[in-house]
């Protein structure tokens, strides 16, 4: 059964970073993508990058363009989303979620219905 389990949310306050991590276990995935979603209270949940597994490519949305960095470490099967100059507007419930063999179009990588996997989730705090 796959599993994929967040860590390192938290509470900061603006200005600050934090490092999201997730770990996929019960399978390998050595081909598809990794992708970090977030969700605010009220809000609908959005997606806020994605790394290809083959090749690496990366997308962000435009909010955290230049402050977020995803990553990741196929051999030990864990993605890493590097959140730097936070704001409070990037208060929410943040998830990790994966695909095993294909990815979304580019055009459409912030779309959850794409992603059969999901981790639990992690909350982010940013607030003076």
């Known amino acids: 059964q796959v599993q994929l389990v967040e860590s390192g949310g938290g509470s900061v306050q603006p200005g600050g970073s934090l490092t999201l991590s997730c770990t996929i276990s019960?399978?390998?995935?050595?081909?598809?993508?990794m992708a970090w979603f977030r969700q605010a209270p009220g809000k609908e949940r959005e997606g806020v990058a994605i790394?290809?597994?083959?090749?690496?490519?990366?997308y962000y949305a435009d909010s955290v363009k230049g402050r977020f960095t995803i990553s990741q470490d196929n051999a030990k099967h864990t993605g890493v989303l590097q959140m730097n100059s936070l704001k409070p507007e990037d208060t929410a419930l943040y998830y990790c979620?994966?695909?095993?063999?294909?990815?979304?179009?580019?055009?459409?990588?912030?779309?959850?219905?794409?992603?059969?996997?999901w981790g639990q989730g992690t909350q982010v705090t940013v607030s003076s």
């Open positions: 790394i290809y597994r083959i090749g690496g490519t990366t």
């Open positions: 979620a994966a695909t095993r063999l294909t990815c979304p179009p580019a055009a459409e990588w912030g779309t959850s219905n794409f992603f059969p996997y």
């Open positions: 019960g399978n390998t995935f050595s081909t598809g993508c």
